[in-house]
Each structure stands twice: as C-alpha cells, then as structure tokens.
T-cell receptor, first 116, second 114 residues
Framework: DGGITQSPKYLFRKEGQNVTLSCEQN?????MYWYRQDPGQGLRLIYY???????QKGDIAEGYSVSREKKESFPLTVTSAQKNPTAFYLC???????????????FGQGTRLTVV | AQKVTQAQTEISVVEKEDVTLDCVYE???????LFWYKQPPSGELVFLIR??????QNEISGRYSWNFQKSTSSFNFTITASQVVDSAVYFC???????????FGDGTTLTVKP
C-alpha cells in the first residue's frame, strides 16, 4: 500500500546525543515536510523540501538538520544543539508545490522522541 | 505572516449532538488554501477538506459540513449527529498559494461521549 512510513515509533535519547528519525514515502510525491507537535499545540514546521537535493528551513529549524538525497526519503536529525527535543515529530508529503494547486499533505504516524 | 486561531481548546458533547469547530485565519495573501485535518489517538493526521480562497461555496459531505466566509476570515467545520468515533483532535491549516507548507492552528480536542 502507498503511504508514509516513519520509524521508529518511539525513541529515547540521552542528553547530548544526536538522533535521526526516518521518513520514507512511496507515493512519488515531490514535496516532503517535517513538523513538530508539542502537547496542546499545533504543528510547527521544522524543514521542508520541494525537490531532491534541496530543502528550506521552516519556523523552528534551529537544532535540526535534514537531507534529501532521494525522492522517497527525508530523514531528520535532532542534534544536541536542540535544547528541548522531547516532542512528537510528524513527517508529511504532498504531490506538488509551486504549481496552481495546493494539495493536501499526507502524514506518517509520527515518532515520539523522549530525552532521558 | 500567517496565523490560524482555533479558540476552542476542548469540546465535549454527547453522541448524536451536532458540534461546530471554529477556525479564524489571518493572511495578507489574496490567494490561499484552507484545510481541515483530523488526528485520531494513533497520531497520524487525516485530511478532511481543502478550500481555496476563490471558492466560498459551502460543502456537505455526509455528516460533515464546512462554512467558509472570506468576509470574516473564518472556515468552520460542523459534525452533524456526532459519533464516538469522531473523538479526535481537529486542526485547521492555512497555506499560501504555491507554497505547499502550511500554518496550523493549535487544534480542538473533540470528545464524543456515548
């Protein structure tokens, strides 16, 4: 079945460690996004990519890094510079962007990161 | 800058009641898109509806209906005859024309009791 797969579902990290969250899609979508969700809050954009080998910072990019070497993959690294990384992370993709139609995004099931 | 406000943090209703979720947005763009998503306990956001700023026609889809009023910058969502399975967090989102990425409201947690 087509969709977005995020792994792992739960992740525990020690302070000072970097950790990478995986996001893979088989929908053949051009655009991919990473959002962070904190309790009682909406989604905030971390990074997004409209095409392979290109990505842009979102509203809260500090302490995070991404890569887009393949169309289907958009991993997110939470670095030790991120001061409060405990949150729920959602990856999404959409068919196209920069065209005449803004289509809806398709979301993965999320990764819950906890710093211990 | 864009902003989406969902003033209702939590709503609790009894099954079969109608419920309306409010969404007010701010944008300087003349062309934009509005969305509603549902987030069940599993965590994955599910798309419900998209509207562009030129289409103020309200829509009914089964038990769901949407009221888009550009004059008041509102995009409200109504569930008729609510069911327990409707319990979830509902997000309203705004996207600039051609941008792809969206600005989300803080969400409204809907609890439907049997």
């Amino acid at each position: 079945d087509g969709g977005i797969t995020q792994s792992p579902k739960y992740l525990f990290r020690k302070e000072g460690q970097n950790v990478t969250l995986s996001c893979e899609q088989n929908l053949n979508h051009d655009a991919m996004y990473w959002y962070r969700q904190d309790p009682g809050q909406g989604l905030r954009l971390i990074y997004y990519s409209q095409i392979v080998n290109d990505f842009q910072k979102g509203d809260i990019a500090e302490g995070y890094s991404v890569s887009r070497e393949k169309k289907e993959s958009f991993p997110l690294t939470v670095t030790s510079a991120q001061k409060n990384p405990t949150a729920f992370y959602l990856c999404a993709s959409s068919p196209r962007t920069g065209s005449t139609v803004n289509t809806e995004a398709f979301f993965g099931q999320g990764t819950r990161l906890t710093v211990v | 800058a864009q902003k989406v406000t969902q003033a209702q943090t939590e709503i609790s209703v009894v099954e079969k009641e109608d419920v309306t979720l409010d969404c007010v947005y701010e944008t300087r763009d003349t062309t934009y898109y509005l969305f509603w998503y549902k987030q069940p306990p599993s965590g994955e956001l599910v798309f419900l509806i998209r509207r562009n700023s030129f289409d103020e026609q309200n829509e009914i889809s089964g038990r769901y209906s949407w009221n888009f009023q550009k004059s008041t910058s509102s995009f409200n969502f109504t569930i008729t005859a609510s069911q327990v399975v409707d319990s979830a967090v509902y997000f309203c989102a705004l996207s600039e024309y051609g941008a792809g990425k969206s600005t989300f409201g803080d969400g409204t947690t809907l609890t439907v009791k049997p």
